[in-house]
């Protein structure tokens, strides 16, 4: 996946990618098929190399009915320590080829109250990908060991 | 405290009580915890959340916690 948002919009909106989160897969899946309704709800997401894990804004967790797995100790800028649930998800990318991920912990934290962003993609999921960022043209990349773009 | 604020505390118990035994027999995999049941331990989150939306049903959260000896902080930045 490749976008040119131009130097300067990326340098202000940092590079960001459109989501969408609902429930993990199989409880989506098993979900369904008996009529209960999930939303796959859409999101924009900032890729933040400085993040350990995948932040998401809290009203998400309630609005998609994530089940939650555990509590994770997060420190953010200034020191700030909390203790925040986490959660199962998926995630995927709904103007690309990327794959999705179809379980993945989410911790919610209210670090995320930006105009432009309610997520934040950590490098557990950059693990994943090759990821440059090219700023004197304005460009963001995303491939995976895959292929896909 | 809310419902919230008290989620996952029996099955964090459990954890705490087991932890010892569980860094000898299970270093960095994912115990799996419902209730006061321990279903089992997993390598990857992935399939230890199925053994526990199997075991636990749709709807209920149920506790997926690696086993080491310190809790991790990460870090948002």
Redesign the interface.
Known sequence: MKWRPNPSKLLLEGPHIEIKISTARPEFDEGRAIGLEYRELPVRALIDTGASLTVINPQIAATCKLLQTDWNKITTVGGKAGRYPAYAAAISFPESDLPAFDVIRVVACPIIEQPFFSCLIGRDILRKWFFTYDGPNGEVEIITHGGGR | MSA?ET??QEE?RVFEQHKPEWLRSHPGEFVVIVGSRVIGFHSE??SA??A??SAAG????????QVWAE???????
């Open positions: 919230e989620a996952l964090l989150y992935e959340f199925k526990g939306l749709l709807g209920r959260n149920f506790l997926l916690k809790e991790p902080v990460y870090l948002i930045y």
